[in-house]
């Protein structure tokens, strides 16, 4: 399949998890991928893709810095000569409790998780308006955009923030052709999902590893934890030719999590 042949995608939080798995599925369709996160192994990740036969790039990028963003935006108009598609999916979480959360802690994860993705759209509108052939602008959200869990509502505010960044934009660059939809993960079996059973496991009782994930997973309609690919499937759906019509949606990835 080649649907985003000729198509640049730079994706942020693109070393592990969700993120990777969403730069494999655009690469293996024929986009041009720069890969970018705050650790090395993202480097990896874009090798992996080239040996595959892809066109990929991995980068080093801070997404609470200015200045890297901008130049990850740079190098994707350097490596690939412009920027079609724009993955907005870094994010961190933290789990504790309101007298043990600091304001340091409060700050780091709306930094990252919506000033980062507020930060990143507003690159990519700029890159995207200089070929003027319209784009397509992805966010990371959450279940927690739908409904605040317990022990992080640094991170539930971080994340009703991207709706909101979300729904703001779309209305603004709609006639440039340009849709800005997010996604919703419910319980995606990444590395997160290794913290936060650790995390909430140990507030909210004698958890044992696995145990929080493994109740969670039993409320969810489809009786299983979602999959990276689950994920890539509906984030390449948004960014298709398909979904021109579609912007400003919040579009839950959940197995049924939540119907909203
Ligand atoms: N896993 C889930 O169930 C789940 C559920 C809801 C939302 N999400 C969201 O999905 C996204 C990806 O989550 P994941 O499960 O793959 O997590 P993960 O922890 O496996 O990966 C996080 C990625 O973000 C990158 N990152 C973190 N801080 C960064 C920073 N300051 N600058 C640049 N990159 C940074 C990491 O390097 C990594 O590539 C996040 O935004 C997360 O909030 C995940």
Redesign the pocket.
């Known amino acids: 399949m080649s649907r985003f042949e000729g198509k640049t995608v730079v994706i942020?939080?693109?070393?592990?998890?969700?993120?990777?798995a969403i730069a494999r599925r655009f690469a293996s369709e024929g986009a041009a991928v720069l890969l970018?996160?705050?650790?090395e192994r993202?480097v990896d990740v874009a090798a992996e893709l080239t040996q595959a036969g892809g066109k990929a790039a991995g980068m080093l990028?801070?997404?609470?810095r200015k200045a890297e963003i901008v130049a990850l935006y740079d190098e994707a108009e350097r490596l690939f000569g412009r920027v079609d598609i724009s993955i907005q999916?870094?994010?961190?979480?933290r789990i504790s409790k309101i007298e043990d959360l600091s304001e340091e802690e409060w700050n780091g994860v709306l930094?990252?998780?919506t000033t980062?993705v507020f930060l990143c759209c507003q690159e990519a509108i700029r890159r995207m308006r200089k070929h003027g052939q319209g784009g397509r602008l992805i966010n990371?959200?959450?279940?927690?955009a739908r409904q605040g869990f317990i022990y992080t509502p640094h991170?539930a505010a971080s994340?009703f923030g991207v709706m909101g960044i979300t729904q703001s934009l779309a209305k603004e660059v709609a006639k440039e052709g340009i849709t800005v939809n997010a996604f919703?993960?419910?319980?995606?079996?990444?590395?997160?999902?290794a913290?936060?059973d650790a995390a909430w496991g140990k507030l909210l009782g004698d958890y044992k590893p696995g145990e929080l994930m493994a109740e969670w997973v039993r409320a969810i309609p489809a009786g299983r934890?979602?999959t990276?690919d689950d994920v890539a499937k509906v984030v390449t759906f948004l960014a298709s030719d398909d979904a021109a019509y579609v912007t400003g949606q919040t579009i839950n990835i959940d197995g049924g999590m939540f119907m909203s």
């Open positions: 942020t939080g693109a070393s592990r998890g969700i993120g990777a970018s996160a705050n650790e993202v990028v801070d997404v609470s999916n870094a994010g961190v979480i930094q990252v998780n980062g990371t959200a959450s279940g927690q991170y994340k919703c993960p419910g319980i995606i079996d990444t590395d997160m999902w913290y936060n934890a979602g990276g």
